[in-house]
């Protein structure tokens, strides 16, 4: 009898193998390993069937160092098995504390990226052509509720996918429960995580809470059922997908730093459509779990003026411009302050900035804004480069009172993306040049002059 479901579950897994296309001869499988029952099972059924598939095996494990001894534990069985099986083992050992509170993720957000992260750069270190993640019908079940419950859109309920461009996931045909049978019979050890058994997250609060209440009331199959459902969905939304392609070439462009999306986009599809691109935008291009908060303050800002700005998380903005929104990661790309020399040059983020003595004969004055020459007779050898303030002012050349920079670049049409990170040249507290666009009067070469400095950026 116990043979007969051992077989069961193996055939389930061959079968499902099979019609997904999941594993060609000669591929080098790596193998995410926790030590927990569903990577257990995943390295046994693989060293079991290695021959069969013709296929080469290698494991990586890694220790969050979240639980102190429990975690060494983990990593000490993990080398046992994996030499007992006569599988390499690659281990590496993650902070995952430090990672989540630098970038403001939950725990379990920043060990899920860093986890990822590890994964693809030892598969291509490695030479490994797919990774297996040993997610189960139970996992897809959980993520499911967790995407209704947070209101994600259609896509959230696809829930996990089969396969993921090099990472596949075989398991997915077998609920949590058949593998812990399977696992008994066989009666292969494995580790538990106690983290698991406690409802501090929202995860654990539905698998151990919630989803049990649903199996017993409701459908003692819930996991297959959702498995099913949620792989429908999973196929559907790659039809849906020529739409979202067409969306994004029409209405959204990249750039360095940034993403542009025409505000006519919001006018153009219904909600379900700009939700899930936004999504999948926030996703690809910033690395945002994207949910309906974030949909919820971006489509304000096609209501609102030109200027106005909402922040989506702490290091992701949204900015309204003319006739686009843009999102950019809310980060200052150079620093603050700067002292330059007559003589020196500089390299501030992207841009290279110098200052130099000239002859006043050589002095040409021409359209180039990045250009510029100025009377420093009254000006020291030392200038302050930095970001504009509110509050600051300059005599813009041609001029003969003085204007708010912030005054100056909102008549000079310069966009909200671009004004933040506008420079200022200063000079014994005086502002000598806005960069790229304006000296001041004030400075500007006359009869009298005796001392000439060309100003340049590039």
Partial sequence: MIMNIMK????????????????????KLLIAFSGGPDSVFALHFFSKFQKKYKIELMAVHFNHNLRGKESDQDEMFCESLCEQLNIPLYTVQLDVKSFAK????????????????????IAS?????????????SDNTETVLLNFFTGTGYSGFAGIPVKRENIIRPLLCLPKQEILEYLEANKIS??????????????????NKIIPQLKERL??????????????????SKEVEKIFRKNITKYIRKESESVRIKTKFFESNDREITGEILKRVLRNYFDHDFDFNDYEKIKSLVENQKGKSVQISSKLAAIREKDTIVLLNDTDSCPVIQTITIGETKIIGE???????????????????KLEFISADKLDDIFILRKWKSGDWFIPLGMKHKKKVSDFLTDSGIETIKRKNCLVLGNRNQIVWLVGLRIDDRFKINSKTKKVVKLWMK
């Fill in 219 to 236: 459908n003692p199959s819930l996991d297959d059922a959702v498995f099913r459902s949620s792989k429908n969905l999973e196929h559907f």
């Fill in 190 to 207: 494995f580790r538990v995580d106690s983290s698991n058994l406690k409802n501090d997250y929202k995860r654990n609060f539905l698998r």
């Fill in 102 to 121: 630098k970038n403001k993720f939950s725990v379990e957000e920043a060990a899920r990226k860093m986890r990822y992260k590890n994964l693809e750069e």
């Fill in 351 to 369: 841009n290279k900035f110098g200052i130099e003595h000239v002859e006043k004969k050589d002095v040409k004055i021409g359209n180039n804004k």
């Fill in 8 to 27: 069961q579950t193996e055939q389930k897994i061959l079968k499902f193998i099979a019609r997904e296309k999941l594993i060609e001869p000669e591929d």
């Fill in 125 to 137: 270190d490695f030479g490994c052509s797919k990774i297996i993640t040993a997610h189960n019908q």
